[in-house]
């Protein structure tokens, strides 16, 4: 098969325009259509649906785009290691690391061993608000993640990690009139200003699920999208935020603030590994995802053997 075509598609799905990826891929509009009729015609099946608000894959065309990313990062890496021709491992790895959680403390001890042990590999962490990293997960732009939740998703396979429970960050000036305590009810979370991520948040909903439980909502004085925004915020005393612990012991002005755990039931998340069920890893991939197991393990205790129960194929 032309990849030529492939890559067509693939830009075409990114974009969500016909037009926008001719101008991209500095091709005719016509020329880019019969790319996209005759990947139809060798499927037999329609990939991608147009309407006025743009174009989006089919179901047939996201399973199509999954492949599609799988093997151009095959093709690239394949590239680059003749280019180089070092027989060590090279590629570019993806991986997400959900935001505001205990992954990102992944990165650093991740960046450095593949480093000494992988010189030839890049690693590309996604680690910011906006994005969502199980749609990039299914969409093929990712090959693994770090983040919350553990329900099934077709396409994709959660491999649970730990249970990861948050705490109430404050000022001390904010609960100087509540007795000291390590930990602080729902009600009193309920009743503080405070400041948190975006609503599509995996933190934040949890926050709303504590109050909820006690017939409350939570007073939310800002949305803040930044991690180093909010952590200037709450180290100004502008308001309380619900962090994990590792996030919160992070934080400037340490003895200016309180950190107690939340007593509630919805007060954590699951933890989960995630990686693709439809599409292989690529040799580099794999090793870094053996590396990622590694230092889970010795970070979280999890051991990678209990993770690895689904063998995965790498790509030679």
């Not at 259509?33 to 005759?38: K, L, P, W, Y």
Request: hydrophobic residues 45%; proline residues 6%; aromatic residues 6%.
């Amino acid at each position: 098969m032309d990849t030529k075509r492939l890559e067509a598609f693939i830009k075409v799905v990114d974009l969500g325009s016909m037009t926008s990826a001719a101008k991209v891929l500095n091709v005719a509009q016509p020329a880019l259509s019969q790319h996209i009729a005759s990947l139809e015609s060798d499927f037999k099946c329609k990939l991608l649906d147009r309407s006025a608000r743009g174009v989006k894959p089919t179901e047939a065309g996201r399973i199509l785009y999954r492949y599609a990313k799988s093997i151009q990062r095959q093709i690239e890496e394949a590239r680059r290691t003749i280019l180089d021709k070092k027989p060590e491992l090279t590629g570019n790895v993806t991986i997400g690391l959900a935001p505001l959680s205990s992954a990102t403390s992944l990165a650093t001890p991740l960046l450095a061993q593949v480093r000494e042990r992988f010189p030839g590999i890049v690693l590309h962490i996604y680690d910011s608000f906006g994005i969502v990293l199980s749609e990039m997960m299914l969409k093929g732009g990712l090959d693994m993640a770090v983040l919350y939740g553990d329900r099934p998703v077709t396409g994709l396979d959660y491999k649970p990690l730990m249970q990861e429970p948050f705490f109430l960050v404050a000022p001390r000036s904010m609960l100087a009139e509540q007795p000291q305590s390590d930990s602080v009810s729902a009600a009193e979370v309920a009743q503080l200003d405070l400041i948190l991520p975006y609503r599509e948040s995996f933190l934040r909903q949890s926050v709303e699920r504590v109050c909820a439980e006690v017939g409350l909502r939570p007073r939310i004085v800002a949305e803040i999208h930044s991690q180093s925004t909010l952590s200037s915020a709450i180290a100004a005393g502008m308001g309380a935020t619900v962090l994990p612990l590792s996030i919160a012991n992070e934080l400037p002005n340490q003895t200016e603030l309180c950190i107690r755990r939340i007593d509630a039931p919805a007060a954590s998340l699951q933890m989960s590994l995630c990686i693709s069920d439809n599409a292989a890893l690529s040799d580099a991939a794999f090793a870094v995802y053996k590396v990622l197991l590694e230092i889970i393990g010795e970070r979280w205790g999890t051991s990678p053997g209990a993770l690895s129960q689904k063998p995965l194929a790498s790509t030679t």
